[in-house]
């Protein structure tokens, strides 16, 4: 059984989805699901459900969702998966069934063998931690509390594909990685690093021209849209590939 988070929430058994029942219910799930192992109380969740304007029945529906979750976690062999515990409830799982926990860990066992240049292992971690991805962190909950975590993941997701490349250009594989930095600085074109890697990896497979025509690139969408320069390192970047520095 995994609950999956990084993507739209999923209670999958067997590898099948269960019904996990309609917006409030997934509300419900994904705050527990976001505390493993750690008491969430009642208030908390009325809260997530419903924010400053909760109806008077609050208490009772988030106890018919708590019920319903139950159910779902009964078939997939868990009964006890959710337990009572004042002033709240309790998820109770491994850390191993739930796909951001698992991610956390496999970005962690990444930057340790990064740290001691074990550069293939630590791009083949980060590969197996974006796999888990479906899309957006917890896609489709509507809820204020669960908002500012979901868009943590989603920088966190950001951030290991950015250390992957990186990783995967010390490997040469300067191909792959132009092919797939160009699919993503068309989905985030104010990211600089993406910019910078590609700038990279194209110089680096004999490219200078398209390497400093990706700088003009990354200036105008940086001047049209924030009305900013490039940072520091962008720009030292360009100088070094004009240069045609060794490094």
Known sequence: MILRLLGPVELVHKGRALDVGGPRQRVVLAMLGLNVNRTLSTEQLIDAVWGDAPPVTARGQIQVAIST????????????????????????????????????????????????????????????????????????????SVRPVARHYDDRRLAAIEECLRLELLLARHGEVCAELTVLIGRYPLRERLYELLMLALYRSGRQAEALATFQRARRALVEEMGIEPGQELRDLEQAILRQSPA
């Open 69 to 144: 979750l139950r159910k779902q976690f009964a078939r997939a062999g868990r009964p006890d998966a959710i337990r009572t515990r004042a002033p709240g409830y309790v998820l109770e799982l491994a850390p191993e069934s739930v796909d951001s926990l698992e991610f956390d860990r496999l970005v962690t066992s990444a930057r340790e063998d990064s740290r001691a240049d074990r550069v293939t292992e630590a791009a083949a971690t980060l590969r197996k931690a974006l796999d888990l991805w479906r899309g957006p962190a917890l896609d489709g909950v509507p809820s204020d």
